[in-house]
Nanobody
Framework: QVQLVESGGGLVQAGGSLRLSCAAS????????MGWFRQAPGKEREFVAA????????YYADSVKGRFTVSRDNAKNTLYLRMNSLKPDDTAVYYC?????????????????WGQGTQVTVSS
């Protein structure tokens, strides 16, 4: 089992920045990819960004490319999402997820473990 705990959400004005963190514990050696997804009210959960835990390859949804940066600190078993130039459309609950499988980084069903989510609200 892998446990994931997100932090860093909050209320920010449009154009502002936030950094989300996701602390992983448990069988972290089994993790191949970690990702961020988000879900806005009335919408389906969508992929935001992901990073390979080994190769450090990164992947982004088109909607956040150039504004968000995903990174990880292996020594701390922590995943980060730096969000700049935030827009009201970025308002959602952000979830951290971990997958023991390679590939399909944008597919939520490929992820075995999920955090509880952290709310990000961007005011206009």
């Amino acid at each position: 089992q892998v446990q994931l705990v997100e932090s860093g959400g909050g209320l920010v004005q449009a154009g502002g920045s936030l950094r989300l963190s996701c602390a992983a514990s448990g069988r972290t050696f089994s993790v191949y990819t970690m990702g961020w997804f988000r879900q806005a009210p009335g919408k389906e959960r969508e992929f935001v960004a992901a990073i390979s835990w080994i190769s450090v390859s990164t992947y982004y949804a088109d909607s956040v490319k150039g504004r968000f940066t995903v990174s990880r600190d292996n020594a701390k078993n922590t995943l980060y999402l730096r969000m700049n130039s935030l827009k009201p459309d970025d308002t959602a609950v952000y979830y951290c997820a971990a997958s023991a499988l390679p590939g399909m980084v944008a597919t939520s069903t490929n992820y075995n473990y999920w955090g509880q989510g952290t709310q990000v609200t961007v005011s206009s």
